[in-house]
């Protein structure tokens, strides 16, 4: 789980002018897009690691049917 204080940290050391990633979102609107925006994307993250973590238990339960 991540956690606002994280993200927090994490941004406060980001360069700005440059791209996260394939979205191509600039820096500056992680770093200033005001809390609501980051507890949104922290929602948001926190689903994605939790169904990765969901499937892959799921993925181990499967596998041991098989043996």
């Known amino acids: ?7 927090n ?4 050391h980001a360069k700005n002018r440059k791209s996260c990633g394939l979205d191509n979102l600039p820096m500056e609107s992680w770093t200033f897009g005001g809390n609501e925006l980051k507890i949104h994307l922290l929602e948001l993250f926190n689903k994605i690691i939790d169904k990765k ?7 181990d339960r499967n596998s041991d049917k098989h043996t």
């Open 9 to 12: 940290e994490v941004l406060k």
């Open 53 to 59: 973590s969901n499937a892959t238990r799921m993925g």
């Open 1 to 7: 789980m991540i956690t606002i204080e994280e993200l």
